[in-house]
């Protein structure tokens, strides 16, 4: 067996990361073969939390976990990191304005943006997931600069296996025969989920999804504002927001940078927009379709992108835009 890599996860004391480590933990992420030192990082008054979750990973009596590591301090958290998830972020409160809810979170971000170009290794993958989550990306990477742009990525793989569950239902397939959805842009209600390139195999067969589903009213309407409006139904229903599903595409989106993506399939991941693909701005962390081989992503190119999409693909970038505007200031003071 190798040596054992180090991953972080913040907000780890949080709801994700209770289904999250244990993923981590039992190898479903980097692989049956690969021992794992977690850091578990969360703030100050979380520590005696984190103690609690440091006991059940023990409990847990896992072949691969070798060590796991609680604190509230960046220069041990981010400390020669191969990994880290970063998940713990400022909470939207009652009555808190998005301009203050957005300053809270470039406070945190720049932080631990620094901490990673400073204590984690060159080679990092980081993987963002508290929201919200593009911008937050966007502003950990601008404050990383020794460590390469393409290393970020941010979580929209949950809002893509909703998309591909959300046929398969329509479908009576399971989800695993639906294959190329995908998620443009912000990880928030103006995301343009899109089925063009999507599909379905039925009865052994490979169909283009509208061909499939064959109701094109509802792939242009309740199906995207579905997936959409997701996360909302399910903090409706639950009275907590996702985390059992979230853990699920964190695992799903680290797993694949790790080992790659199969074949012929590609998957959502928010990832730095340098202005040449598929006319979105430079400079965002924004969801594109990409393919995955030996830990580097490629956006897929050549789609083709019809009117309807366009616009929708438009409006989730003019939407990064202006986040990315006022974070940006913020990050200056
Ligand atoms: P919880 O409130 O259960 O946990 C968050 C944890 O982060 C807390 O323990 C908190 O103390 C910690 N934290 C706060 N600031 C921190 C900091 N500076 N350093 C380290 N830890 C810090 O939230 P949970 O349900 O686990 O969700 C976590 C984040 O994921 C939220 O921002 C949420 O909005 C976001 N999500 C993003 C998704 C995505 O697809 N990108 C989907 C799921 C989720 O909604």
Redo the contacts with the bound molecule.
């Keep these: 067996m190798s040596e054992p890599i180090r991953v972080l996860v913040?907000?780890?004391?949080?709801?994700?990361?209770?289904s999250l480590l244990f993923g981590i933990a039992k190898g479903d992420v980097f692989g049956k073969e690969q021992p794992i030192t977690l850091i578990l990082?969360?703030?100050a008054?979380?520590l005696p939390?984190l103690e609690g979750v440091v006991m059940e990973l023990q409990d847990c009596a896992l072949p691969l976990l070798r060590e796991v590591i609680p604190t509230?301090k960046e220069e041990v958290g981010f400390k020669d990191l191969d990994a880290a998830i970063l998940?713990?972020?400022?909470?939207r409160r009652d009555g808190m304005e998005r301009k203050d809810l957005l300053k809270a979170n470039v406070a945190?971000f720049k932080?631990?943006g620094a901490a990673l170009d400073k204590y984690a290794k060159k080679t990092v993958k980081v993987l963002?997931?508290?929201?919200p989550?593009n911008t937050n990306c966007l502003i950990a990477a601008k404050s990383a600069p020794s460590i390469p742009k393409e290393n970020f990525s941010?979580?929209?793989?949950?809002?893509h296996n909703r998309a591909r569950s959300q046929v398969a239902i329509r479908c009576g397939v399971p989800a695993t025969h639906v294959k190329n959805v995908i998620i443009w842009g912000n990880?928030s209600s103006t995301q343009y989920p899109d089925v063009h390139h999507c599909v379905v195999n039925k009865s052994g067969s490979d169909t283009a999804c509208f061909d499939a589903v064959k109701d094109d009213a509802w792939l242009k309407g309740d199906f995207i504002t579905t997936v959409q409006q997701r996360?909302g139904a399910v903090i409706k229903a639950r009275k907590?927001?996702?985390?059992m599903?979230?853990a699920k595409?964190i695992c799903d989106h680290m797993r694949d940078i790790w080992s790659g993506t199969p074949e012929g399939e590609f998957v959502s991941m928010g990832i730095y927009s340098n202005g040449n693909a598929y006319g979105v701005a430079e400079d965002l962390i924004y969801s594109f379709p990409v393919q995955i081989k030996d830990k580097a992503w490629k956006i897929v190119d050549g789609l083709k992108i019809n009117e309807f999409s366009q616009s929708k693909m438009d409006a989730t970038a003019a939407e990064l835009i202006e986040e990315r505007d006022t974070a940006v200031a913020f990050l200056a003071v």
């Design positions: 913040t907000g780890a004391a949080g709801q994700i990361a209770y990082l969360d703030i008054p979380m939390v509230d998940v713990g972020s400022m909470p945190i932080s631990q963002v997931v508290g929201n989550a941010c979580l929209t793989r949950l809002d990880h996360g907590l927001s996702s985390a599903s979230a595409a």
